[in-house]
């Protein structure tokens, strides 16, 4: 009996695996709380600052603005 091949070049019966596992695969995912919670505060920290240097920048007169 001989192997028919799609037409991407990879055999019908590897095809069927490869479907197989696709369908059966799961992934599962662990988050580290600490490592979120940091992040977070880090990102609000980040935003603050970006808006504290614009309010400054907008608040500046003369040469420093142009800086």
Request: aromatic share 6%.
């Amino acid at each position: 009996m001989k192997n028919s091949v799609a037409v991407s070049g990879v055999p019908m019966s590897r095809q069927r695996n490869l479907n197989n596992a696709n369908d059966e695969a799961i992934l599962f995912g662990h988050y580290d709380w600490t490592l979120v919670a940091l992040s977070i505060a880090l990102a609000c920290t980040a935003s603050y600052a970006a808006l504290d240097l614009t309010a400054r920048t907008a608040h500046s007169e003369g040469r420093s603005r142009t800086l």
